[in-house]
């Protein structure tokens, strides 16, 4: 097994929180304070952070081994999965691999299979990293990760902001091998059909990466709810309050 960062904090029943594609696990702390009541497992995926980041591609079905190992070596099963964009994708292959281990779903700014379109984004990405670097990645990056009036109330971002996310950013070669396995991804629709877990998507109402289209087609998939939050692609850490009150509402009534 990678040898995997991670924390667990809280009581309550259990609920695993999953990064998206180049966070780390500390992008979850504006959430923490607003999901009392629930023991929180969050965890730096391989090549995140300061967990291994081996040779390789990083697939979502990688990633979700490395998920079910874990589980494994803590003791934990009934949890919910809350992931965010790549990790959203983790959550669903977990959950498809060994849906009797899970209660329940929330899938926020996420999708369950790339298009023409997705996948040029996520292109435009590894050419700016092959290109200029984390630099030159990450000023791609940022209008199709923040809404609109998340960067309008924050325009540090584009400087001083900027420069904490390179510090925070994984190794050039482990975006590589993040973004080349989330190229990876397949249509996970068919399958995700024989899925009868609850499933809660959430989207971004400005979130110009994965917008609505995609969180309909999943909920579509699932048979699951469909609810709009007021930001971007990074939606807990633009509305954490928002997206904390949309989960406890949903886990509440979907408990283990």
Sequence with gaps: MVRLRYKVEGEGPQAVLL???????????PVLPHLPG????????????????????????????????????????GAALVGLSNGGVVALEAALRAPERFSA?????????????????????????RAGGTPL????????????????????????????????????????????????LEDLRPRLRGLSLPALVLYGEEDLLFPRPYAEALAEALGGRLQGLPAGHAAP????????????????VNRA
């Design 38 to 77: 629930y023991t929180l497992l969050r965890y730096d995926m391989r090549g995140q952070g300061e967990s291994e980041a081996p040779e390789g591609v990083y697939t979502p079905a990688l990633h979700a081994e490395d998920l079910l190992a874990l589980l494994d070596r803590l003791g934990w099963e």
């Design 19 to 29: 990064n998206g594609l180049f966070q780390r696990l500390e992008s979850w702390d």
């Design 137 to 184: 990645r990450l000023r791609v990056a940022l209008p199709w990760v923040f809404g609109a009036g998340f960067l309008n109330a924050h325009p540090e971002l584009l400087g001083a902001g900027l420069e904490a996310l390179l510090a925070q950013a994984p190794s050039p070669e482990a975006q590589e091998r993040l973004l080349l396995g989330f190229l990876a």
């Design 237 to 252: 850490l633009e509305a954490p309050q928002a997206f904390a009150e949309a989960v406890r509402a949903f886990l509440e």
């Design 105 to 129: 779903l929330v899938l926020c700014c996420t999708t369950p299979y790339l298009d023409p379109a997705l996948r040029a984004k996520t292109e435009s990405w590894l050419h700016a990293l």
